[in-house]
């Protein structure tokens, strides 16, 4: 790649992303309601998008008695704290380091 050519690969990436950043600010600003399937959107999009990433993590998931046994044990303690704490962060954080603490002492 040219110098010219990486510097217009920069201001073309950095366009993409102001324009997703900025465009839902401009056409549906402050005072002015969304139309609906806009509020439905924002309302079933972040339970769709938490289920593909659940099903995507777990596709390669080697199931069969003792293989995915982390696995389980981890989305089964999400779901514990989860419940106890109410933070999906603590969750998210919770999970994962149970999970890689399982992998490289137990389940080798």
């Known amino acids: 790649m040219t110098t010219l050519q990486r510097i217009i690969t920069v201001f073309a990436v950095m366009a993409g992303t102001m324009l997703t950043r900025f465009l839902p600010f401009i056409?549906?600003?402050?005072?002015k309601k969304p139309p609906k399937y806009i509020s439905w959107?924002?309302?079933v999009l972040p339970y769709g998008v938490i289920g593909f990433l659940v099903?995507?993590?777990l596709k390669d998931?080697?199931?069969?008695p003792f293989h995915g046994l982390p696995?389980?044990?981890?989305i089964l303690f999400?779901?514990?704290l989860h419940?106890?704490?109410k933070n999906t962060l603590l969750s998210i954080?919770?999970?994962t380091i149970l999970y890689m603490y399982l992998v490289q002492t137990w389940f080798r």
């Open 27 to 31: 056409l549906f600003p402050e005072g």
């Open 41 to 43: 959107l924002g309302t």
């Open 55 to 57: 099903v995507y993590s």
């Open 61 to 64: 998931a080697p199931f069969s």
């Open 71 to 74: 696995e389980l044990i981890s």
């Open 78 to 80: 999400i779901i514990f």
């Open 83 to 85: 419940k106890w704490r």
């Open 93 to 95: 954080a919770g999970g």
